[in-house]
T-cell receptor, first 109, second 114 residues
Framework: TQLLEQSPQFLSIQEGENLTVYCNSS?????LQWYRQEPGEGPVLLVT?????EVKKLKRLTFQFGDARKDSSLHITAAQPGDTGLYLC?????????FGKGTRLSVIA | NAGVTQTPKFRVLKTGQSMTLLCAQDMNHEYMYWYRQDPGMGLRLIHYSVGEGTTAKGEVPDGYNVSRLKKQNFLLGLESAAPSQTSVYFCASSLFGSGPYEQYFGPGTRLTVT
């Protein structure tokens, strides 16, 4: 069974701080996706990383896929209250996607 | 495009009652999924479908049934609701299943079983 472990589970920071959340597995994935879920809504895709070592930037968010395609990280620079939400990673290694349990981020103004 | 829609948004059931949750997508996606989300448990897959007329079990299928009679619709049924089925239910769809395809989620149904 493929599992994705996300850490930390909860994170509360002040506006303007930087943070990194992690998504780790002992399994190799063909690709990895990051979703953000805001309260009362369904998750929305932020990015997909496909190649080992790949780095993608989305404004203040930087996503990295590990060289061995077993882990990924999400770094947020100068966090804003609008970044508050649940961040989920999901690995593709067949059907269906395997989701981590998420990191719940709270950015305080 | 409406994307993925779910009906109803909220529901309260008594133990033993039955109900059906409806999911509809207008993106001509082949794959559809039902998840439940509980605090600290993340998204857990209940059932999924790889195409019209097909269904498959996910991680937590017990107590639920599904049907995909039309490509655009995926129904989730609870035959005899139990308090353990209190949760937020999300439907999702994707163009295909294998490959880096985005899953599009509906807004969720909050179900309480008393």
């Amino acid at each position: 069974t493929q599992l994705l472990e996300q850490s930390p589970q909860f994170l509360s920071i002040q506006e303007g701080e930087n943070l990194t959340v992690y998504c780790n597995s002992s399994s190799v994935f063909s690709s990895l996706q990051w979703y953000r879920q805001e309260p009362g809504e369904g998750p929305v895709l932020l990015v997909t990383v496909v190649t080992g070592g790949e780095v993608k930037k989305l404004k203040r968010l930087t996503f990295q896929f590990g060289d061995a395609r077993k882990d990924s990280s999400l770094h947020i620079t100068a966090a804003q209250p609008g970044d508050t939400g649940l961040y989920l990673c999901a690995g593709e290694g067949g059907t269906p996607l395997v989701f981590g349990k998420g990191t719940r981020l709270s950015v305080i103004a | 495009n409406a994307g993925v829609t779910q009906t109803p948004k909220f529901r309260v059931l008594k133990t033993g009652q039955s109900m059906t949750l409806l999911c509809a997508q207008d993106m001509n996606h082949e794959y559809m999924y039902w998840y439940r989300q509980d605090p600290g448990m993340g998204l857990r897959l209940i059932h999924y479908s790889v195409g019209e007329g097909t269904t498959a079990k996910g991680e937590v299928p017990d107590g639920y049934n599904v049907s995909r009679l039309k490509k655009q619709n995926f129904l989730l049924g609870l035959e005899s609701a139990a308090p353990s089925q209190t949760s937020v239910y999300f439907c999702a769809s994707s163009l295909f299943g294998s490959g880096p395809y985005e899953q599009y989620f509906g807004p969720g149904t909050r179900l309480t079983v008393t």
